[in-house]
């Protein structure tokens, strides 16, 4: 069916045909009853995923399609990145397709509705399953003041969330990627975990936490990124956002957008860095592989790589729902036993 429709989706304007798909999902969960996840169960963070392959963030910013996504077969869904205020993002044009590297560059700049907003939308969904909600700072929020914004976003979203993944990485936001550094990173996350353990006790439940991380680094910055992410008692890594790289697609067209690049062409630099996490963390630490999965040997591959999820996003709009349900077949078949 997908098939059918992506070549009309693909003639319009890249961010009226997302905005028409999240219409259209938003729909089409008022009118299922449910998750129809393929089932490949797993463990991970604690929590019992129904299958390892999950929507990233950025597709559903708000929540709006919750459960609209439950029935294209995910194992898990992320939505967000959500800042504690609204704000319109960056100017348009802000989002572009590189067709032939089955790619896009964005530049959204965590345009959403706020956090209250995407809270509202959770508790009205029904989706039973797995749910993360990706938590940003707003745009005009200082760096060096920053945690306020990521300790809001927490607070807020905690009693809803069954893991909070936590964006340092996003090109988009000035100077979001420099919190992944030196005493900033570490001032972050240690106000984050306090926070995490009193919000335990308030709530009498556990919430994992998930960091985000950039795919542009150095050896030995992600090996710092990696060994303070353990020291701060974080619960997994997510590996990686979009790339500032425009090696592979500056001859094509759009390719030399500025934004974030995601897709094929971020596979290898992703996938790289998950085996170097893999390597460096030696199993304290579980990996959530999110960058360039585009076909289901990607997924198999990522695995193979150290990871014990997957998430996609660009090729889902590339393929669809079937990127899933191949994914999932394809990673059952090589009976792969993802890491915990």
Same mark, same amino acid.
């Given at each position: 069916?997908?098939?059918?429709? *992506?070549?009309?989706?693909?003639?319009?304007?890249?961010?009226?045909?997302?905005?028409? =798909?999240?219409? =259209?999902?938003?729909? *089409?969960?008022?009118?299922?009853?449910?998750?129809?996840?393929?089932?490949?169960?797993?463990?991970?963070?604690?929590?019992?995923?129904?299958?390892?392959?999950?929507?990233?963030?950025?597709?559903?910013?708000?929540?709006?399609?919750?459960?609209?996504?439950?029935?294209?077969?995910?194992?898990?869904?992320?939505?967000?990145?959500?800042?504690?205020? $609204? &704000? $319109?993002?960056?100017?348009?044009?802000?989002?572009?397709?590189?067709?032939?590297?089955?790619?896009?560059?964005?530049?959204? +700049?965590?345009?959403? &509705?706020?956090?209250?907003?995407?809270?509202?939308?959770?508790?009205?969904?029904?989706?039973?399953?797995?749910?993360?909600?990706?938590?940003?700072?707003?745009?005009?929020?200082?760096?060096?003041?920053?945690? *306020?914004?990521?300790?809001?976003?927490?607070?807020?979203?905690?009693?809803?969330?069954?893991? /909070?993944?936590?964006?340092?990485?996003?090109?988009?936001?000035?100077?979001?990627?420099?919190?992944?550094?030196?005493?900033?990173?570490?001032?972050?996350?240690?106000?984050?975990?306090?926070?995490?353990?009193?919000?335990? &006790?308030?709530?009498?439940?556990?919430?994992?936490? #998930?960091?985000?991380?950039?795919?542009?680094?150095?050896?030995?910055?992600?090996?710092? /990124? #990696?060994?303070?992410?353990?020291?701060? +008692?974080?619960?997994?890594?997510?590996?990686?956002?979009?790339? /500032?790289? *425009?090696?592979?697609?500056?001859?094509?067209?759009?390719?030399?957008?500025?934004?974030?690049?995601?897709? =094929?062409?971020?596979?290898?630099?992703?996938?790289?860095?998950?085996?170097?996490?893999?390597?460096?963390?030696?199993?304290?630490?579980?990996?959530?592989?999110?960058?360039?999965?585009?076909?289901?040997?990607?997924?198999?591959?990522?695995?193979?790589?150290?990871?014990?999820?997957?998430?996609?996003?660009?090729?889902? /709009?590339?393929?669809?729902?079937?990127?899933?349900?191949?994914?999932?077949?394809?990673?059952?078949?090589?009976?792969?036993?993802?890491?915990?």
């Amino acid at each position: 069916m997908y098939k059918l429709v *992506r070549p009309l989706l693909f003639k319009l304007d890249p961010e009226t045909a997302h905005d028409l =798909a999240i219409q =259209a999902l938003k729909i *089409r969960g008022k009118l299922c009853c449910g998750s129809c996840s393929q089932t490949l169960p797993v463990n991970v963070m604690g929590l019992n995923f129904d299958n390892p392959v999950g929507l990233a963030a950025g597709l559903d910013k708000n929540g709006d399609a919750i459960d609209g996504l439950a029935s294209q077969g995910f194992g898990f869904i992320e939505v967000g990145t959500v800042t504690p205020r $609204p &704000q $319109p993002g960056n100017p348009k044009p802000r989002l572009f397709r590189l067709l032939q590297a089955e790619a896009i560059i964005n530049r959204m +700049g965590f345009n959403n &509705q706020g956090v209250d907003y995407l809270i509202a939308n959770v508790q009205a969904k029904k989706y039973k399953g797995i749910l993360g909600i990706n938590i940003g700072k707003n745009f005009d929020t200082p760096v060096d003041e920053a945690e *306020r914004d990521y300790l809001i976003c927490l607070e807020k979203v905690y009693p809803y969330a069954d893991y /909070i993944a936590v964006n340092l990485s996003s090109p988009n936001t000035p100077g979001l990627r420099t919190l992944q550094f030196g005493d900033h990173f570490k001032k972050l996350l240690d106000l984050l975990k306090s926070k995490q353990q009193a919000l335990a &006790q308030q709530h009498n439940c556990y919430v994992p936490i #998930a960091v985000k991380i950039a795919p542009d680094m150095t050896h030995e910055e992600t090996a710092f /990124i #990696a060994n303070t992410l353990v020291d701060s +008692g974080m619960d997994a890594v997510i590996a990686t956002n979009t790339t /500032i790289s *425009r090696e592979a697609v500056k001859h094509l067209p759009h390719g030399t957008e500025i934004g974030g690049l995601s897709g =094929a062409p971020l596979f290898e630099q992703s996938c790289k860095m998950v085996s170097f996490l893999s390597e460096t963390l030696q199993g304290k630490l579980p990996i959530i592989a999110s960058g360039g999965v585009t076909k289901a040997s990607d997924a198999v591959q990522m695995l193979k790589a150290g990871a014990s999820l997957v998430q996609v996003y660009t090729g889902f /709009i590339y393929h669809g729902n079937k990127l899933i349900s191949d994914s999932v077949a394809a990673i059952k078949k090589e009976n792969i036993l993802p890491k915990k």
